[in-house]
């Protein structure tokens, strides 16, 4: 006997199949990763770890390629409530995102509870000798060795009339060429004196075709491990290739000259790639080749992208806020008319009177977060919010949402120098993250920042050709159009 299924019957079953196989799907993660926490699995953050394998990702990659990036955790917010910490499959792995102050300021601070925990596609294309990735007792012997070749008085001190002149023939140049794409320039310009900075003199025989191989790798740094061709991360992971074998072939120039010849004790005459072979620690080790190279990758990627862009924002929000502008201007102005008459160009010591500027500085760092996120792995369960962090998960720290929490900076949309009049908590602004891990190279990207605006703002304007050209935040927050327009000199 056969029964014959009508249309309508027809319908409902071919629905509750895809209903079922929805179900299935969503719950694929669950069996894969909750299900083996036992009872512990009840008490997990609130949220869901997605479709099978892709997990979030998805849904991040379509928040941050749209107008709207902090939809993302919007979403999440409207759907399980204001927690601050919220349960996720991101990168391929289980994760919590942490979007508070107090939570993310106890992820970074916490060397006992949480390690680096950087996506399989960040280490490999940062290297395994990279900050990124390395334990807590060798990053602090690696910090150690490296902090003082590009931060402290005397190595800024050493930096500062390099960067003012190339800063000063830099805008010369860019006001001569019509119409030109700023953030492109701003990275050259980075890249240029952060080369300088490893390299000395011989920057500009390595420098030629580098910094193309940077973009490639920055574009793949966040992106999932999977090397086909075609993908983000295959064509990363061969530029990622050529950089390394440019550097190993400066390294082993370096070994060659420096053989005979005792090592160098005076800083003045040591460009950082001298002072990390001569390095030595107070146990008589010294940083071989892959400790070195990958110090130099993470250390000219960082020292050019952040601040090329910082820079560029910077200079825009200015531009758009005649009111600061002119504000900055006089504050400039007021250092130089004070400035002995024999003096020329800036000290250390004016750089640091430069109260407004760093204002406007650290309003752009907080407006754009360059980094979005950080991340960090449990090395055990770790309790926080009332939740469980299983060992092994990974932490985001959120910093995004951490920057535009209206609890923490009303109109947090709004570009707003004054509102660091007051000082923040611990945990309300990380745009070089925190504690033993925060950003070894802050404060030469200040003062980058500070010398470029110190000159704009006395000097020059911009006049962008589309002043509403809408941003992109992947790889990192930009113009589509690269800050397209023109610089200008302005009369005295």
Same mark, same amino acid.
């Given at each position: 006997? %056969?029964?014959?299924?009508? &249309?309508?019957?027809?319908?409902?079953?071919?629905?509750?199949?895809?209903?079922?196989?929805? /179900?299935?799907?969503?719950?694929?993660?669950?069996?894969?990763?909750?299900?083996?926490?036992?009872?512990?699995?009840?008490?997990?953050?609130?949220?869901?770890?997605?479709?099978?394998?892709?997990?979030?990702?998805?849904?991040?990659?379509?928040?941050?390629?749209?107008?709207?990036?902090?939809?993302?955790?919007?979403?999440?917010?409207?759907?399980?409530?204001?927690?601050?910490?919220?349960?996720?499959?991101?990168?391929?792995?289980?994760?919590?995102?942490?979007?508070?102050?107090?939570?993310?300021?106890? %992820?970074?601070?916490?060397?006992?509870?949480?390690?680096?925990?950087?996506?399989?596609?960040?280490?490999?294309?940062?290297?395994?000798?990279?900050?990124?990735?390395?334990?807590?007792?060798?990053?602090?012997?690696?910090?150690?060795?490296?902090?003082?070749?590009?931060?402290?008085?005397?190595?800024?001190?050493?930096?500062?009339?390099?960067?003012?002149? !190339?800063?000063?023939?830099?805008?010369?140049?860019?006001?001569?060429?019509?119409?030109?794409?700023?953030?492109?320039?701003?990275?050259?310009?980075?890249?240029?004196?952060?080369?300088?900075?490893?390299?000395?003199?011989?920057?500009?025989?390595?420098?030629?075709?580098?910094?193309?191989? /940077?973009?490639?790798?920055?574009?793949?740094?966040?992106?999932?491990?999977?090397?086909?061709?075609?993908?983000?991360?295959?064509?990363?992971?061969?530029?990622?290739?050529?950089?390394?074998?440019?550097?190993?072939?400066?390294?082993?120039?370096?070994?060659?000259?420096?053989?005979?010849?005792?090592?160098?004790?005076?800083?003045? /005459?040591?460009?950082?790639?001298?002072?990390?072979?001569?390095?030595?620690?107070?146990?008589?080790?010294?940083?071989?080749?892959?400790?070195?190279?990958?110090?130099?990758?993470?250390?000219? !990627?960082?020292?050019?992208?952040?601040?090329?862009?910082?820079?560029?924002?910077?200079?825009?929000?200015?531009?758009?806020?005649?009111?600061?502008?002119?504000?900055?201007?006089?504050?400039?102005?007021?250092?130089?008319?004070?400035?002995? &008459?024999?003096?020329?160009?800036?000290?250390?010591?004016?750089?640091?009177?430069?109260?407004?500027?760093?204002?406007?500085?650290?309003?752009?760092?907080?407006?754009?977060?360059?980094?979005?996120?950080?991340?960090?792995?449990?090395?055990?369960?770790?309790?926080?919010?009332?939740?469980?962090?299983?060992?092994?998960?990974?932490?985001?720290?959120?910093?995004?949402?951490?920057?535009?929490?209206?609890?923490?900076?009303?109109?947090?949309?709004?570009?707003?120098?004054?509102?660091?009049?007051?000082?923040?908590?611990?945990?309300?602004?990380?745009?070089?993250?925190?504690?033993?891990?925060?950003?070894?190279?802050?404060?030469?990207?200040?003062?980058?920042?500070?010398?470029?605006?110190?000159?704009?703002?006395?000097?020059?304007?911009?006049?962008?050709?589309?002043?509403?050209?809408?941003?992109? /935040?992947? &790889?990192?927050?930009?113009?589509?159009?690269?800050?397209?327009?023109?610089?200008?000199?302005?009369?005295?």
């Amino acid at each position: 006997m %056969v029964i014959e299924m009508g &249309p309508l019957s027809v319908l409902v079953s071919i629905a509750a199949s895809f209903m079922l196989l929805r /179900y299935l799907l969503r719950n694929v993660n669950w069996w894969l990763y909750e299900s083996k926490l036992g009872a512990k699995q009840h008490s997990l953050p609130p949220g869901d770890l997605g479709w099978p394998l892709i997990g979030n990702m998805w849904s991040f990659l379509r928040a941050f390629k749209s107008p709207d990036p902090d939809s993302f955790v919007d979403s999440y917010i409207s759907r399980y409530g204001k927690t601050g910490i919220y349960k996720v499959l991101m990168f391929g792995k289980p994760s919590v995102l942490v979007t508070t102050p107090d939570g993310c300021r106890k %992820v970074l601070t916490d060397d006992e509870h949480f390690k680096p925990g950087w996506p399989a596609a960040t280490i490999e294309l940062a290297g395994r000798k990279s900050f990124a990735s390395i334990p807590y007792e060798d990053h602090k012997r690696l910090k150690r060795l490296t902090a003082a070749s590009i931060n402290g008085s005397e190595a800024l001190s050493l930096y500062l009339t390099y960067i003012e002149e !190339n800063v000063k023939t830099s805008l010369e140049n860019w006001s001569k060429m019509g119409e030109i794409e700023f953030l492109a320039q701003m990275r050259k310009l980075t890249f240029k004196i952060i080369m300088h900075i490893f390299f000395g003199a011989s920057s500009v025989n390595v420098r030629d075709g580098l910094e193309k191989e /940077y973009t490639s790798v920055n574009h793949g740094i966040r992106a999932m491990k999977i090397n086909i061709p075609g993908f983000a991360f295959h064509k990363a992971l061969k530029a990622r290739k050529g950089l390394v074998a440019i550097f190993q072939s400066v390294v082993d120039k370096k070994r060659i000259d420096m053989k005979g010849r005792a090592p160098l004790a005076d800083k003045k /005459y040591k460009d950082m790639m001298d002072a990390l072979m001569d390095a030595v620690d107070e146990n008589g080790k010294s940083l071989d080749d892959e400790d070195i190279i990958d110090v130099m990758l993470m250390y000219l !990627n960082a020292g050019h992208e952040s601040s090329g862009h910082i820079t560029m924002w910077a200079t825009y929000y200015l531009q758009k806020h005649p009111e600061y502008l002119q504000k900055a201007r006089e504050e400039q102005q007021e250092i130089i008319r004070k400035r002995p &008459p024999t003096q020329k160009g800036l000290t250390l010591e004016e750089v640091r009177k430069m109260d407004f500027l760093s204002k406007v500085i650290d309003e752009t760092l907080r407006m754009v977060s360059f980094a979005p996120m950080i991340f960090r792995e449990a090395k055990c369960d770790v309790n926080m919010n009332g939740y469980l962090i299983p060992k092994g998960w990974t932490i985001m720290t959120w910093f995004r949402d951490v920057h535009y929490d209206n609890d923490v900076y009303p109109n947090p949309m709004e570009f707003n120098p004054y509102r660091w009049n007051k000082t923040y908590k611990a945990g309300e602004f990380l745009p070089f993250g925190a504690g033993t891990r925060l950003c070894p190279g802050n404060d030469l990207a200040k003062l980058e920042i500070s010398i470029f605006l110190h000159h704009f703002v006395m000097n020059y304007k911009l006049e962008p050709t589309n002043p509403n050209c809408p941003a992109q /935040y992947l &790889p990192h927050p930009r113009p589509t159009d690269n800050c397209l327009g023109r610089v200008k000199k302005i009369s005295a």
